[in-house]
């Protein structure tokens, strides 16, 4: 099981940038997939993006276009960049790690494919 620590997060003004960064412990990075979820107070932990090695990616919609999901292998770090932050952006920010051997919305939004998870990093958009 891979270590996951995550750092960035904060407060912002709407219409402003963050960007989140998940290092991972060990060499297997690069057979992993790297989701990020989200969780607000009082709600379910939902999908937020997910990314595996060659580059090919998958948004929620309430993201798309505003996120950008990508990893550093030689760094053993993946990152969130987030951009246009809207209020409803409010919430702690998980990544997570896993084998999943189906690529699929269906497969990669369950928190139940991934085995590891970072400590969280909480994200506070102001209107």
């Known amino acids: 099981q891979v270590q996951l620590v995550q750092s960035g997060g904060g407060l912002v003004q709407a219409g402003g940038s963050l960007r989140l960064s998940c290092a991972a412990s060990r060499s297997t990075f690069v057979s992993k997939i790297f989701g990020w979820f989200r969780q607000a107070p009082g709600k379910e932990r939902e999908f937020v993006a997910a990314?595996?090695?060659?580059?090919?990616?998958y948004y929620a919609d309430s993201v798309k276009d505003r996120f950008t999901i990508s990893r550093d292998n030689a760094r053993n770090t993946v990152f969130l960049q987030m951009n246009d932050l809207k209020p409803e952006d409010t919430a702690v920010y998980y990544c997570a790690a896993g084998q999943i051997a189906f690529w699929a919305l269906s497969t990669l939004r369950s928190t139940g494919n991934y085995n590891s998870w970072g400590q969280g990093s909480q994200v506070t958009v102001s209107s």
């Open positions: 990314n595996r090695n060659g580059g090919s990616t």
